[in-house]
């Protein structure tokens, strides 16, 4: 999903017009359908974080020179936005979207480090039998 759609979801300025300019009734419906769609993003950012790790793993044994500490920092990170990715996760349920963005900020900037890091490791795919 894009930045600018991300942005959008999460948009303070949304739920202030609402607020301003409509029933609670409204405010209560626009909350509810936000909130899904904010746990719909989330679900599918963690799902393609997940894969994106589980293809570095399995590229892992095709790069010519393997590095344990980069392979343990990886996993670091994979556990820590696992854990901050869930936590988001009770948040959306708990307080709704728009009091969530500083961890949708952070959510995106290290599903975007997986990216990278997946993009780096098929640059570095090498032809060659994976090692056993």
């Known amino acids: 999903m894009e930045t600018a759609a991300i942005e959008?979801?999460?948009?303070?300025?949304?739920i202030e017009?609402?607020?301003?300019?409509?029933?609670?009734?409204?405010q209560r419906l626009f909350l509810k359908?936000?909130?899904a769609l904010a746990v719909q993003w989330l679900r599918k950012t963690q799902k393609q974080v997940a894969q994106f790790m589980d293809l570095h793993l399995r590229l892992a044994g095709f790069t010519e020179k393997p590095s344990p500490g980069f392979e343990l920092e990886l996993t670091?990170?994979?556990?820590?936005?696992?854990?901050?990715?869930h936590l988001l996760l009770l948040l959306?349920?708990?307080r709704g979207p728009f009091?969530?963005?500083?961890?949708?900020?952070?959510t995106c900037a290290v599903a975007g480090y997986?990216?990278?890091?997946?993009?780096v490791r098929l640059a570095n795919v090498t032809a060659a039998e994976p090692r056993s």
């Open 76 to 85: 670091a990170k994979y556990v820590g936005f696992f854990v901050v990715s």
């Open 17 to 26: 017009f609402i607020c301003r300019s409509s029933t609670p009734e409204v």
């Open 114 to 119: 997986f990216c990278a890091i997946c993009s």
């Open 33 to 35: 359908e936000r909130r």
């Open 99 to 106: 009091r969530a963005r500083r961890v949708v900020g952070y």
């Open 92 to 94: 959306l349920w708990l």
């Open 8 to 14: 959008r979801i999460f948009s303070a300025e949304d």
